[in-house]
């Protein structure tokens, strides 16, 4: 009797655990997943956000600050008539003027600037300039102007600028909480469909994703609210994704290993310890690969970096959790069901050993030399594409997919204005090197004017000053410099650097360059100051899980340079795509940073997923046998994986930014060329070729030395 109730409280046991546990998160993630959709309410998609406090540019913004006493963004309303503007458009441009005066007054830093008519008469523009930058309110007051100026046929109103710029992108980013997590969502369903052939798995695996999507941004937007980090709408777009993919990567290989041991086990329960025991190591492997390499991000100057690092991290580390304790306690409550129709039959043969796979690694087995030439020459040669990449930033305007007003006004403003009119360079300096700033700023080749910074001017009823004194603030003065050419193009910046080396020369002016060019800048220049950091950085932290996980050093070292050669070649085959198929104006300078994040720290889950696998094989079969046993069995897992994973990043495209379709392309071909060739081909391949040295200096390595020496000592004796 005893016995019995034994069992039948073990039997309860079985199955109240995993429901407390479902429970648990339920009650976890509930909260958190109802904070998600406020993420974008803590974004900071100002690209001065992102620059550290000792940027020349952030100095500039911060002494500007003194001149008028609140933070600025300009925006630049921009009409035109190809005809000629006629006494009727000026007149509703006088009353625009009026209307955006009366009903965004208290939000602005001072009464809008025009209109300012062009020389050819054929176009005028008015400069709006906010008092605050903060993005959602922003696009709300430029919507409004928007609708206010556009309504006159014949007449083109267009909103651009800094202001019009963000709150184009805050209309994308707006995008992520429906169309992007629709489309990823629909993606990975039909995947999961097509690879379980079952109705009732695919749901519970994007459930348990869709579980750590929740309470990854409900811990993000708590996090991202009292300032602790920083997070933009690209960051959030990629949390998303990445969360969704990754958590996916980490269900099928345990729901992987679960079918093989239900073939293993009658039990359910003991199956998914048995599952659970196997895929844990590898998979906290390589969840720990990710985010240690995110982490590095936090070294970055550019608090953009540094945010998308620990808000990423938080993302795998919620996926983790999901996936090695939620989703096993599902699939201890469904069994065998889950797979329905195709339910894993107790004692049955697994697929895995006769399919497609294993075909693959007999080929792999006969010619493994020839196999890992040729695959490394094909990767040699899709890096040379490399010379066509051009990663040294992309005008603002530029980085939309499409025609967004703020871009249709940059236009406007190309051809009736100094190109870079409402967006003029910011120079702080001495108030007595007033003369000689101004004199070397107008000498510089692509300036069109600078004027020194005065007063706002006096209401119109007030008699008018003729000559307004520039304002000097604590022996400082402000000198606004016109550009001749667009304030957010590549030769904006040669401006803007010899803006600097003229004036950082004049003796005892001190003077300091910033705006919003300078800004996009020193962006850049951080950028690329970052990637020759990080990517090191983060080489070194991914060598370092390797070798603890594989408890060997030549095995990791093969591993880290198939991934180096892979990135290459992904980043070849991105610069042809771009320049030569795609016409891109060009890449982010942070693109080369994320991109090798992304793909070394993703890339190398399927080395692990593999390598750990070929480890135990190769422990009961031998070195030769357990690699194509290892690549037999994991084929099918890793190849699904790779595939939801590309899959997810690719959907970053329904997002009409450049910087977005860019990484989207990289991370789903180089995940695709990992998956497909590096991982199927070239690691086994040369697994197979180097010999049991690559387990040096492990258990492995010394036991298939000791079985060696032993079959030495033992020849004499055996050829007698």
């Keep these: ?40 309410e803590v974004q900071k998609n100002d690209s001065a956000e992102y620059l550290p406090a000792t940027s020349e540019a952030t100095r500039v913004q911060d002494l500007a600050k003194r001149f008028t006493g609140k933070d600025t963004l300009p925006a630049i309303v921009v009409y035109s008539r190809p005809s000629g503007l006629t006494p009727a458009d000026q007149q509703k441009i006088a009353a625009d003027v009026r209307a955006i005066t009366d009903q965004l007054g208290d939000k602005l830093a001072a009464p809008p600037i025009g209109p300012i008519p062009s020389a050819d008469r054929q ?11 903060d993005a959602q309110k922003l696009k709300t007051d430029i919507n409004w102007i928007r609708d206010r100026v556009g309504d006159t046929p014949g007449l083109r109103g267009h909103v651009g600028g800094p202001g019009g710029i963000l709150a184009d992108l805050m209309k994308v980013f707006d995008a992520i909480n429906g169309m992007l997590l629709v489309a990823t969502a629909g993606i990975v369903l039909f995947i999961l469909v097509v690879v379980y052939r079952s109705p009732i798995l695919p749901f519970v695996v ?14 993000v937007y708590l996090l991202a609210k009292h300032d602790v980090l920083t997070v933009s709408g690209q960051t959030q777009a990629i949390l998303d994704v990445l969360v969704i ?7 099928l290989l345990l729901v992987s290993r679960f079918r093989e041991e239900l073939r293993r086990h009658e039990s359910r329960y003991d199956a998914i310890r048995a599952a659970w025991r196997a895929s844990a190591e590898p998979i906290v492997a390589s969840a720990s690969t990710v985010i240690l390499g995110l982490l590095c991000m936090l070294v ?32 201890a409550l469904c069994g065998r069901v889950a797979f329905w129709p195709f339910m894993p039959r107790f004692g049955s043969r697994p697929a895995e050993e006769h399919g497609v796979w294993a075909r693959i690694a007999r080929v792999v087995g006969a010619r493994p030399r020839l196999v890992w030439v040729a695959t490394a020459l094909i990767l040699g040669l899709f890096a040379t594409g490399l010379f066509r990449l051009e990663a040294g930033g992309i005008p603002q305007t530029e980085q939309f997919l499409g025609n967004p007003d703020s871009k249709v006004a940059q236009d406007d403003i190309g051809r009736h204005f100094p190109a870079g009119a409402g967006s003029p360079a910011v120079v702080i300096a001495k108030a007595e090197s007033l003369g000689d700033v101004v004199k070397t700023a107008q000498g510089v080749p692509g300036v069109a004017q600078a004027v020194p910074f005065t007063p706002v001017p006096p209401p119109a009823a007030t008699p008018p000053i003729a000559t307004p004194l520039p304002k000097i603030v604590d022996g400082l003065v402000r000198v606004d410099v016109t550009l001749a050419v667009p304030a957010d193009s590549p030769k904006a910046d040669d ?24 800004i996009n800048l020193d962006v850049q220049t951080t950028a690329q100051r970052d990637r020759n950091l990080i990517i090191p950085l983060v080489l070194a932290v991914v060598f370092v899980v390797l070798i603890m996980l594989l408890r060997a050093v030549v095995a990791p070292l093969m591993l880290i340079v198939t991934v180096i050669l892979s990135f290459f070649a992904t980043l070849g085959v991105c610069g042809v795509v771009f320049h030569d198929l795609l016409g891109f104006a060009g890449a982010d300078s942070s693109f080369p940073l994320f991109a090798f ?12 997923f593999l390598m750990t696998r070929v480890r135990e094989e190769a422990g009961r079969r031998g070195h030769r046998a357990g690699t194509l046993a290892g690549l037999s069995v994991t084929g099918g897992v890793i190849t699904s994986a790779g595939v939801v994973l590309a899959a997810t990043f690719a959907a970053l495209s329904v997002l009409p930014l450049v910087f977005v379709a860019e990484i989207a392309f990289a991370v789903a071909f180089g995940v695709l060329l990992d998956t497909l060739i590096v991982r199927s081909l070239l690691v086994p391949a040369l697994t197979i070729d180097v010999g049991r040295a ?27």
């Design 1 to 40: 009797m005893a016995i019995g109730s034994r069992t039948t409280v073990t039997r309860r046991l079985r199955w109240l655990l995993p429901a407390l546990g479902i429970i648990a998160f339920l009650l976890v993630g509930g909260p958190l997943g109802s904070l998600a959709g406020k993420v974008a």
């Design 123 to 133: 176009a005028a523009q008015v400069v709006v300039q906010f008092a605050s930058s």
């Design 206 to 219: 994007l459930g348990a994703a869709g579980v750590s999507l929740g309470i990854s941004n409900g811990l």
């Design 245 to 251: 993919g990754a958590g996916t990567d980490y269900a």
């Design 300 to 331: 970055s100057n550019l608090k953009s970096n540094r945010g998308l690092g620990p808000v990423a991290a938080i993302g795998i580390a919620c996926a983790l959790v999901c996936m090695l304790f939620l989703l096993p306690a599902v699939l």
């Design 495 to 518: 401006v803007i650097r010899a803006l600097r080396t003229k004036l950082h020369a004049l003796p005892g002016a001190d003077a300091k360059v910033g705006g919003y060019t300078a």
């Design 597 to 608: 994040v992304f793909l070394v720290a993703l890339g190398v889950d399927y080395n692990i």
């Design 694 to 720: 690559v387990w040096w200096p492990g258990k492995l390595w010394k036991r298939a030395a000791a079985d060696e020496a032993e079959d030495a000592r033992r020849q004499p004796e055996l050829v007698r």
